[in-house]
């Protein structure tokens, strides 16, 4: 599973931010790693340098073999609970994806 970040202008992506957000996309889909073929992780600072609540964006989109891409948004005060956000939301959509072509599988198979 290929993880590719991408950022605003406003947003550095150095090691520590890649790290984070890897540790977070692979605790989050690490168990149907096999099933996915990239996730595209997008991070941005929706106001610049004024401090606003949830200014902080992050866009997540997995590609799973088969089935139409996944795609979710978190908004955030900080970058790790916008990342954190979306990896949860991320998890929870491919599983319900992956989940439902399994029952068609076994709806055909049976039915």
């Known amino acids: ?3 590719q970040i991408n ?3 406003r947003v ?3 090691a520590k931010l890649r790290e984070e957000v890897e540790t977070a996309v692979n605790g989050a889909l690490g ?3 096999e099933r996915i073929s990239r996730v595209e992780v997008h991070l941005g ?3 610049g340098n004024k401090q606003t609540d949830d200014d902080k964006r992050c866009m997540m989109e997995a590609r799973i073999e088969g089935r139409p891409p996944s795609a979710v948004t978190q908004h955030a005060s900080s970058l790790t609970e916008a990342i954190d956000g979306a990896a949860d939301k991320l998890r929870r959509s491919v599983e319900s994806t992956l989940d439902k072509a399994n029952d068609r599988r076994a709806t055909d198979k049976h039915g």
């Open 12 to 14: 550095r992506a150095d």
């Open 1 to 3: 599973m290929l993880i």
């Open 31 to 33: 168990h149907v790693a």
């Open 7 to 9: 950022t605003d202008s």
């Open 45 to 47: 600072d929706e106001s």
